[in-house]
């Protein structure tokens, strides 16, 4: 018998990520809010049927699987009238795909077994190409059954997926993964500037030191793109900051003010939005290195 799924959110990861299940044999109803949007529309073609209202998308399904964008979003297609809580059947797995933090996280899992449901934090990371290709990372929080019980899911959309612990353990070890993009970025950014400075073709910063000891997945992806002035968003910059918010609220908060080069990149990310950058990829952090900058946003 065929695995039934409900997606709930098909954006720039949720689109593909419900296009690889149906491409792996799984039945899926996508739900999107924009139905129109063109990642929501790719998955179709791959043979997710697109359905409204949220209910519609829940009735009947073995799991429902969810990727928005904050707290409020997965608060609001689980809990709002006519959200998946109400509508799914007891017993039902709930595969949170969000980065939503561990505090939200584990008050999820604990309203949604008041429902009788099963909830697995699972935040992910590899950007649009890892969602396209479905070899992303997933990291994943709750009940090692609840995990095990997962697996084919997870890997249809991703490469590796690692049970961390108890729910919220998902999204504590994505907070840190973030932690370690965002740096990763100042430090691209900054090596790019400081190459100019030295009148040094910063194309040679980026094909010699990817190799080397400070290679990074960001060097080697981004900065290519940081060169040749492509904002295009893989992962935008307005969510980032979301993600370092998360980092700097989540309790118990003591040695959080220790945390000073995630500060930094949440100001120099802040600084990008300020300029008009939100919807930009995260690769326009040179814009705030840049006294006049020179981009255009469609």
């Known amino acids: 018998m065929t695995t039934s799924i409900a997606f709930l959110g098909l954006g720039t990861m949720g689109g593909p990520m419900a296009a690889n299940l149906a491409k792996s044999g799984f039945e899926v109803r996508g739900w999107n809010r924009t139905p129109d949007r063109p990642s929501a529309l790719s998955a179709r073609e791959a043979g997710v049927r697109l359905v409204s209202p949220i209910a519609e998308a829940v009735a009947g399904a073995d799991i429902v699987a969810i990727c928005v964008s904050d707290v409020d979003d997965v608060d609001e297609v689980l809990f709002s009238d006519g959200g998946a809580a109400a509508c799914a059947v007891s017993g039902t797995l709930v595969i949170d795909f969000s980065t939503i933090g561990p ?22 990371t590899g950007g649009d190409v890892g969602a396209r290709a479905g070899t992303l990372t997933i990291m994943a929080g709750g009940d090692k059954a609840d995990f095990d019980a997962a697996a084919s899911v997870f890997g249809a959309v991703g490469r590796i997926a690692k049970h961390c612990g108890p729910a919220g353990s998902g999204q504590a070890v994505k907070l840190c993964n973030q932690v370690l993009g965002a740096l990763h970025m100042v430090a691209l950014t900054e090596a790019i500037a400081l190459a100019r400075m030295q ?82 990829g995260t690769q326009s952090l040179t814009l705030a290195y840049e006294e006049h900058p020179d981009f255009a946003i469609d």
């Open 199 to 280: 009148k040094i073709d910063p194309a040679l910063v980026v094909d010699v030191c990817a190799s080397g000891a400070a290679g990074s997945w960001a060097l080697a992806n981004l900065g290519p793109k940081v060169l040749a002035r492509d904002f295009a968003p893989g992962f935008m910059i307005k969510h980032l900051v979301k993600d370092l918010r998360l980092v700097l609220e989540t309790p118990p908060g003591e040695g959080l003010d220790a945390l000073r080069g995630t500060m930094l990149a949440k100001s120099l990310l802040e600084k990008v939005m300020s300029l008009g950058g939100s919807d930009l």
């Open 103 to 124: 505090v939200a996280a584990r008050g999820f899992a604990t309203r949604l077994a008041a429902e009788g449901l099963r909830y697995v934090d699972a935040p992910v």
